[in-house]
């Protein structure tokens, strides 16, 4: 192992990249993500030489007995684990689609950027550096990261620390693509309270901030209703993500009176998601015109895990157009116009 405080540390980021990598390419996405957001922490502590030395690394967040034990014995013998060494390097920025198929690039509002992305810092399949690298891919001219927040533990939210070290490695990844503008989002919960689930001075840091409903899906209308009609209240909020909170085939739509909903959405200046996973494709094209009659503008987001699931921003994209929208519409063209948006300060 190089000699060094950084050094130790730069090797020690780059032994937990490759093992989080493949992991991956082994199937394993659990300890994939652990490994992968215990390196993007390990980047971050600056005292890990003296931590380290200590044996007191398990004061990092993220790093557990397995872990330790891997830093150790490399530490002591400067060495990757045996089965990583027979394992092909794998490099940031590789993604399972080879080809962009044509429908992923000729649909309407192509310079809408993507608002909706997961990446390994909560339940997505790809590093931060390979969602921006695959964004570049399609062209993109703006990326929004939007992981979900610390209640959504099933799907690994980010604590307060968590999202402060995920800017740090956003700034990171941004002086490496320079072409792209990565910007800073959270799929944040709504509570049961219709509070947002991040502390406002954290929400005030981000770019954008999407609020979901993903628990207590089955509350009466009228509370249902209270609930979001709270949450439109929060004036860091910049949409409602997959409003109806339906997964077809599998799960009915929340009892919900969206005629209050966009009535105040509108006037409070908070979008509609157009979610165009398979798995949400919410707002239906029905709603999503609803909205824009009641004066509410639109969101477009795949709700991107995985590269695959990126491409289908473009099915969001052909929703927003059926349902009449145009580029003054939707949300996200304020984030490819510089002159109106500034990195420093948190947009609405």
């Not at 690298?133 to 993109?140: K, N, S, V, Y």
């Not at 860091?236 to 929340?254: D, K, S, Y």
């Not at 009535?263 to 824009?292: F, H, Q, S, Y």
Request: proline share 6%.
């Amino acid at each position: 192992m190089p000699t060094g405080g950084n050094l130790v540390r730069q090797a020690t980021v780059d032994l937990l990249t490759q093992m989080g990598l493949a992991w991956k390419r082994r199937g394993d996405l659990g300890r994939s993500r652990a490994y992968m957001r215990a390196a993007n922490q390990v980047a971050r502590t600056e005292d890990f030489e003296d931590l380290l030395r200590r044996g007191r690394l398990r004061d990092i967040p993220g790093i557990g007995p397995s872990i330790e034990r891997t830093i150790q014995e490399f530490a002591r013998t400067g060495e990757r684990p045996a089965w990583l060494a027979q394992e092909p390097e794998a490099q940031p920025g590789e993604s399972e689609v080879k080809t962009i198929p044509r429908w992923a690039v000729d649909a309407p509002f192509p310079d809408a950027p993507d608002l909706h992305c997961h990446t390994t810092w909560s339940d997505g399949t790809m590093t931060l550096d390979e969602v921006v690298a695959f964004a570049e891919r399609l062209g993109a001219k703006a990326i929004g990261i939007s992981d979900h927040s610390g209640s959504l533990r099933v799907a690994r939210g980010l604590s307060r620390q968590e999202v402060l070290m995920q800017w740090a490695d956003i700034e990171r990844v941004q002086e490496a693509h320079p072409r792209i503008r990565i910007l800073r989002g959270t799929e944040c919960d709504i509570l049961r309270d219709g509070r947002l689930d991040h502390d406002p001075d954290v929400l005030a840091g981000f770019d954008y901030v999407i609020g979901s409903l993903h628990s207590r899906l089955r509350l009466p209308k009228e509370e249902q209703t209270a609930r979001v009609l709270a949450a439109l209240d929060d004036p860091r909020l910049t949409a409602l993500g997959h409003p109806t909170t339906a997964v077809p085939g599998r799960r009915p739509a929340a009892s919900l009176d969206f005629d209050a909903i966009f009535e105040k959405a509108a006037e409070r200046g908070v979008a509609m998601e157009v979610n165009g996973n398979p798995g949400r494709l919410d707002l239906p094209v029905r709603l999503a015109k609803r909205a824009l009659e009641m004066g509410c503008r639109l969101s477009l987001g795949s709700d991107g895990h995985s590269a695959w699931e990126m491409l289908h921003l473009a099915r969001a994209r052909r929703m927003a157009a059926e349902a009449g929208a145009t580029e003054r519409d939707l949300v996200n063209y304020r984030f490819v116009e510089e002159e109106r948006v500034t990195r420093s300060r948190p947009a609405r």
